[in-house]
């Protein structure tokens, strides 16, 4: 067994590898063995794929995502990468945890299990917080607001806690540092601290093997080593099959892999955020501990748990914290579960965070979709493109300042049902045939999907809708058909655009003869004008210009003049500006 | 190998030996070529593909890249080079940046109405080609490149190993100078063209 004197690296490479192949391990270690042996398996990969993922990531909170998104979407094989990073960084997380507590349950006490214990703690809680901060680098929805949330409570801490999250933060609020600052952990500190703890382990392995050689232990080659490869294998292959999700049926390979929702908005409430589902049992132990109980659940019993864990072999077989672990760990990893469950099944039936989900999910693919575009991503970052995007920013200021009183399909814009009935029309398809045909129906004219709620429940569109139009002849209805075509024109809605294309059918209508003879132009303003008519101008109704100046000014004298019921003018009274309502307009008149 | 490591043969247990298996050891390595190797080799394309850049960014529309450089009355029938910018939306990654200066050449109109043009990058090594005070002749101020006034090289062994490079020239609408701007490999003697980025 002798090997020749070569200094070279290799050749002394290859006695490391003979030694680790050689080794002998006590008869318990075979399953430790595995698991460990896993982790290293994991870390190189992480290592690896995490190198790639470094060579596309640009921390700063104007490139973060933006980054992301171009190794996720248009890097060939980006997003398996990325899949693989993710997935791996899941399964660590398991695999750590089961080290902990396999440990604790089935451990003897020895000088070399205690030493494995400690290294094994130290393992997990790199682990988790490699895990943490590899979350927040994408910088989306997602990731920022666990983050946020988890650094609040850190805050909570006793005396370190404002220290501790500003240490992690980088400033008083997360931004650029904070991203550079997770990158160097995550991608540097933490990696090598992994790698010190992986070192420390072979060599306490190496050093048990050499002193203690009796019956007791077993040689490493080859049924140890073949299974341990063997695992490692199989885990591969989970990871890959997780990464490529071959259960779904997107038919684009670039939304498989890892998730990314949307880039981060801080302005805008995040209902949907939750934790890592391995943080989930957290999540929900939290809600049992309401105002300022919650340094109860968020700080001091994980730490008396992690104290527990720590005290544990020191103590010896004959403490009763000994021989009462089984039961704690039993009762520990249960209310794990339970609680995780707990927090799913809450979720499933919570309406509100349901909805929530699938507005983000909405707003990540229109994010995606908008940073698809040929004109890239502004160097502002991709969140300009959701916050000039009408079809993002419309539903959410219909929610907040029109969903008062109007609705959009019955809810506020967002899909959210609202409690109060609504005091003013329904705006979806606002200008559309469909619209206005409901509008002059006298039976629908007093619904609260248009003047139901309004001070024009009784006013003078009601009574004519109801004496006038309520006893029309098949002539007139022809005719009223005619003119709710022409007026709808007016809008130029673009799903519309298939009926009105031949404009040719109206040339030939009497456009003011017809709505003299329907009654329009005896109070509406129409193509004309005249100062005397009180109702609101009809000439391009439902256009974007006339939609922006109504909601402007409703009270000018081209609208509801001194009628107008209760509708505030968003522009001069300086409530929204004028892109905000055109945001609005343009949301409105894409439906 | 360190000596106080015993002999697998003292250890006295039955499967010590460090021999290889044969039947049950071709089984194992089978095996550990799919799950493992597969897994590895996996990761190995993946991580190769997404290193190479891609070629065909989204700006490479068609086979010819004629860009408008500039007005003919901005560049006097003296015979006198003239530099100017190549200005064109440009994608970096994620970003577009429109209307950015992509490139710099030479424009020269001789006194028998013929424009010239020739990319200012120098074929030796990259840097960006001056035009010598006396106004008769280039030289690039990295490693002294000497081009006579028509583009050629000086002299045999000058640095560059081949002329400056040329660039068809068409005059559109009349009055507009259009450069078909290609960007050519330096440090080799024949024109190969890269792609534009």
């Given at each position: 067994?002798?090997?020749?004197?070569?200094?070279?690296?290799?050749?002394?490479?290859?006695?490391?590898?003979?030694t680790?192949?050689?080794?002998?391990?006590?008869m318990?270690?075979?399953?430790?063995h595995?698991?460990?042996?896993?982790?290293?398996?994991?870390?190189?990969?992480?290592?690896?794929?995490?190198?790639i993922?470094?060579?596309?990531?640009s921390?700063?909170?104007?490139?973060?995502?933006?980054?992301?998104?171009?190794l996720?979407?248009?890097?060939?094989?980006?997003?398996?990468?990325?899949?693989?990073?993710?997935?791996?960084?899941?399964?660590?997380?398991?695999?750590?945890?089961l080290?902990?507590?396999?440990?604790?349950?089935?451990?003897?006490c020895?000088?070399?299990?205690?030493?494995?214990?400690?290294?094994?703690?130290?393992?997990?809680?790199?682990?988790?917080?490699?895990?943490?901060?590899?979350?927040?680098?994408p910088?989306?929805?997602?990731?920022?607001?666990?983050?946020?949330?988890?650094?609040?409570?850190?805050?909570?801490?006793p005396?370190?806690?404002?220290?501790?999250?500003?240490?992690?933060?980088?400033?008083?609020?997360?931004?650029?540092?904070?991203?550079t600052?997770?990158?160097?952990?995550?991608a540097?500190?933490?990696?090598?601290?992994?790698w010190?703890?992986?070192r420390?382990?072979?060599?306490?392995?190496?050093?048990?093997?050499?002193?203690?050689?009796?019956?007791?232990?077993?040689?490493?080659?080859?049924?140890?080593?073949?299974?341990?490869?063997?695992?490692?294998?199989?885990?591969?292959?989970?990871?890959?099959?997780?990464?490529?999700?071959?259960?779904?049926?997107?038919?684009?390979?670039?939304?498989?892999?890892?998730?990314?929702?949307?880039?981060v908005?801080?302005?805008?409430?995040?209902?949907?955020?939750?934790?890592?589902?391995?943080?989930?049992?957290?999540?929900q132990?939290?809600?049992?501990?309401?105002?300022?109980?919650?340094i109860?659940?968020?700080?001091?019993?994980?730490?008396?748990?992690?104290?527990?864990?720590?005290?544990?072999?020191w103590?010896?077989?004959?403490?009763?914290?000994?021989?009462?672990?089984?039961?704690?760990?039993?009762?520990?990893?249960?209310?794990?579960?339970?609680?995780?469950?707990?927090?799913?099944?809450?979720?499933?039936?919570n309406?509100?965070?349901?909805?929530?989900?699938?507005?983000?999910?909405?707003?990540?693919?229109?994010?995606?979709?908008?940073?698809?575009?040929?004109?890239?991503?502004p160097?502002?970052?991709?969140?300009t493109?959701?916050?000039?995007?009408?079809?993002t920013?419309?539903?959410?200021?219909?929610?907040?300042?029109?969903?008062?009183?109007?609705r959009?399909?019955?809810?506020?814009?967002?899909?959210?049902?609202l409690?109060?009935p609504p005091?003013?029309?329904?705006?979806?398809?606002?200008?559309?045939?469909?619209?206005?045909?409901?509008?002059?129906?006298?039976?629908?004219?007093q619904?609260?999907?248009?003047?139901?709620?309004?001070?024009?429940?009784?006013?003078?569109?009601?009574?004519?809708?109801?004496?006038?139009?309520?006893?029309?002849?098949q002539?007139?209805?022809?005719?009223?058909?005619?003119?709710i075509?022409?007026?709808?024109?007016?809008?130029?809605?673009?799903?519309?655009?298939?009926?009105?294309?031949?404009?040719a059918?109206?040339?030939?209508?009497?456009?003011d003869?017809?709505?003299?003879?329907?009654?329009?132009?005896?109070?509406?303003p129409?193509?004309f004008?005249?100062?005397?008519?009180q109702?609101?101008?009809?000439?391009?109704?439902?256009?974007?210009?006339?939609?922006?100046?109504?909601?402007?000014?409703?009270?000018?004298?081209r609208?509801?003049?001194?009628?107008?019921?209760r509708?505030?003018?968003?522009?001069?009274?300086?409530?929204?500006?004028?892109?905000?309502i055109?945001l609005?307009?343009?949301?409105?008149?894409?439906? | 190998?360190?000596?106080s490591?015993?002999?697998?043969?003292?250890?006295?247990?039955q499967?010590?030996?460090f021999?290889?298996?044969?039947?049950?050891?071709?089984?194992?390595?089978?095996?550990?070529?799919t799950?493992?190797?597969?897994?590895?080799?996996?990761?190995?394309?993946?991580?190769?593909?997404?290193?190479?850049?891609?070629?065909?960014?989204?700006s490479?529309?068609?086979?010819?890249?004629?860009?408008?450089?500039?007005?003919?009355?901005?560049?006097p029938?003296?015979?006198?080079?003239?530099?100017?910018?190549?200005i064109?939306?440009?994608w970096?990654?994620?970003?577009?940046?429109?209307?950015?200066?992509?490139?710099?050449?030479?424009l020269?109109?001789?006194?028998?109405?013929?424009?010239?043009?020739?990319?200012?990058?120098?074929?030796?090594a990259?840097?960006?080609?001056?035009?010598?005070?006396?106004?008769?002749?280039?030289?690039?101020?990295?490693?002294?490149?000497?081009?006579?006034?028509?583009?050629?090289?000086?002299?045999?062994?000058?640095?560059s190993?081949r002329?400056?490079?040329?660039?068809?020239?068409?005059?559109?609408?009349?009055?507009?100078?259009?450069?078909?701007?290609?960007?050519?490999?330096?440090?080799?003697?024949e024109?190969?063209?890269?792609?534009?980025?």
């Amino acid at each position: 067994m002798s090997s020749p004197q070569s200094s070279g690296r290799f050749s002394r490479f290859l006695e490391a590898l003979e030694t680790w192949i050689r080794k002998r391990l006590p008869m318990e270690m075979g399953w430790p063995h595995t698991l460990w042996f896993l982790l290293t398996f994991l870390f190189l990969v992480q290592a690896s794929t995490g190198i790639i993922l470094w060579m596309f990531y640009s921390p700063s909170t104007q490139t973060a995502w933006e980054s992301v998104f171009y190794l996720q979407h248009k890097v060939p094989g980006g997003w398996l990468i990325r899949g693989i990073h993710y997935w791996s960084a899941e399964c660590m997380v398991v695999i750590a945890a089961l080290l902990v507590m396999l440990g604790v349950w089935f451990k003897v006490c020895s000088e070399r299990v205690i030493r494995d214990h400690y290294l094994a703690l130290c393992l997990a809680m790199i682990t988790l917080a490699l895990a943490m901060t590899g979350y927040l680098l994408p910088w989306d929805q997602h990731g920022y607001w666990s983050a946020k949330i988890r650094t609040h409570l850190m805050g909570l801490t006793p005396i370190i806690g404002s220290s501790l999250e500003r240490l992690m933060l980088g400033g008083e609020s997360m931004g650029h540092l904070t991203l550079t600052r997770f990158l160097a952990f995550h991608a540097g500190l933490l990696p090598v601290l992994f790698w010190i703890v992986l070192r420390l382990r072979s060599k306490s392995i190496a050093s048990t093997s050499h002193s203690t050689l009796r019956g007791s232990h077993r040689p490493y080659w080859p049924r140890q080593a073949w299974s341990d490869t063997l695992y490692a294998g199989l885990l591969g292959w989970g990871i890959l099959i997780l990464a490529w999700q071959p259960w779904s049926d997107t038919l684009d390979v670039s939304l498989r892999g890892a998730p990314l929702s949307a880039p981060v908005d801080p302005s805008a409430p995040y209902p949907s955020a939750r934790p890592e589902w391995y943080f989930l049992f957290l999540f929900q132990f939290l809600k049992y501990f309401p105002g300022n109980l919650e340094i109860v659940g968020a700080i001091l019993i994980p730490s008396l748990i992690l104290s527990w864990l720590v005290v544990l072999p020191w103590l010896g077989k004959g403490s009763v914290l000994w021989r009462t672990r089984r039961p704690i760990l039993a009762a520990l990893a249960g209310g794990i579960i339970w609680l995780s469950i707990e927090a799913i099944q809450e979720d499933r039936r919570n309406e509100t965070y349901q909805l929530a989900r699938s507005q983000a999910k909405t707003v990540s693919l229109r994010a995606r979709e908008l940073a698809m575009s040929m004109e890239g991503i502004p160097t502002g970052g991709a969140l300009t493109l959701l916050q000039e995007d009408a079809k993002t920013q419309g539903p959410r200021l219909f929610a907040a300042h029109c969903a008062s009183c109007h609705r959009f399909q019955g809810h506020d814009g967002l899909g959210n049902p609202l409690q109060d009935p609504p005091s003013a029309s329904d705006l979806s398809g606002f200008g559309s045939r469909a619209w206005i045909t409901g509008l002059l129906n006298p039976q629908q004219i007093q619904s609260p999907q248009y003047f139901g709620g309004t001070a024009f429940i009784e006013g003078e569109m009601t009574r004519f809708t109801q004496r006038k139009i309520g006893h029309f002849d098949q002539n007139q209805e022809a005719a009223l058909r005619d003119v709710i075509n022409i007026l709808s024109a007016e809008a130029g809605l673009p799903s519309q655009q298939n009926l009105e294309g031949d404009q040719a059918q109206w040339r030939s209508l009497d456009r003011d003869e017809l709505f003299y003879e329907i009654g329009c132009t005896e109070c509406h303003p129409f193509h004309f004008e005249d100062d005397e008519l009180q109702a609101p101008d009809l000439t391009g109704y439902g256009s974007r210009e006339w939609l922006i100046s109504f909601i402007s000014e409703p009270e000018s004298s081209r609208f509801y003049g001194e009628q107008n019921d209760r509708m505030p003018s968003y522009r001069t009274e300086d409530i929204l500006t004028e892109k905000e309502i055109g945001l609005i307009v343009d949301w409105l008149r894409m439906q | 190998m360190t000596s106080s490591q015993p002999q697998p043969s003292d250890s006295g247990a039955q499967d010590g030996g460090f021999e290889p298996v044969s039947r049950r050891g071709f089984l194992h390595v089978l095996a550990l070529l799919t799950t493992l190797g597969g897994f590895l080799g996996s990761l190995l394309v993946a991580c190769l593909r997404a290193l190479l850049p891609s070629t065909g960014s989204p700006s490479s529309s068609g086979s010819t890249s004629y860009l408008k450089v500039t007005q003919l009355d901005k560049l006097p029938a003296d015979g006198i080079p003239r530099s100017f910018q190549i200005i064109a939306d440009h994608w970096d990654a994620w970003n577009r940046h429109a209307n950015q200066p992509i490139g710099m050449i030479w424009l020269c109109h001789r006194p028998d109405g013929e424009i010239l043009a020739w990319s200012r990058t120098c074929p030796h090594a990259g840097c960006l080609i001056q035009l010598a005070r006396s106004q008769d002749h280039f030289q690039c101020p990295c490693h002294n490149s000497r081009f006579e006034i028509d583009g050629s090289r000086s002299h045999e062994n000058s640095p560059s190993p081949r002329d400056m490079d040329r660039l068809e020239v068409e005059i559109r609408y009349q009055d507009q100078i259009w450069v078909n701007f290609i960007r050519f490999k330096s440090g080799i003697s024949e024109q190969e063209s890269m792609l534009r980025s």
